[in-house]
């Protein structure tokens, strides 16, 4: 078991950066793929990055390569995205995933509000 807290979100012009952190507690961090995913209004959530346990094998949604960047810290016990570029399009609730498969979503954080203002 391992349990998951997003931070940073907010809403910021397009254009902009913000980065989303992700804190775990629990079950041994560096066991877990790490992921984030997304939910925008009305549609289903969709799959954004993912990491593997050493940080080697990085994966990213063709909708965001290029923009964002998925780290991670297993000293930390967390996961991070940083995203550039936003737009409006980007605006979502997201959310960190742990799990043992490429796309993690084994185990959810409660999510976090991004806004992209256009």
């Known amino acids: 078991q391992v349990q998951l807290v997003e931070s940073g979100g907010g809403l910021v012009q397009a254009g902009g950066s913000l980065r989303l952190s992700c804190a775990a507690s629990?079950?041994?961090?560096?066991?877990?793929?790490m992921g984030w995913f997304r939910q925008a209004p009305g549609k289903e959530r969709e799959f954004v990055a993912s990491?593997?346990?050493?940080?080697?094998?990085?994966y990213y949604a063709d909708s965001v390569k290029g923009r964002f960047t998925i780290s991670r810290d297993n000293a930390k016990n967390t996961v991070s995205l940083q995203m550039n570029s936003l737009k409006p399009e980007d605006t979502a609730v997201y959310y960190c995933?742990?799990?043992?498969?490429?796309?993690?979503?084994?185990?959810w954080g409660q999510g976090t509000q991004v806004t992209i203002s256009s």
């Open positions: 990491i593997s346990r050493s940080g080697g094998g990085i």
């Open positions: 629990g079950r041994t961090f560096s066991v877990y793929v």
């Open positions: 995933t742990a799990g043992v498969m490429s796309r993690p979503s084994d185990y």
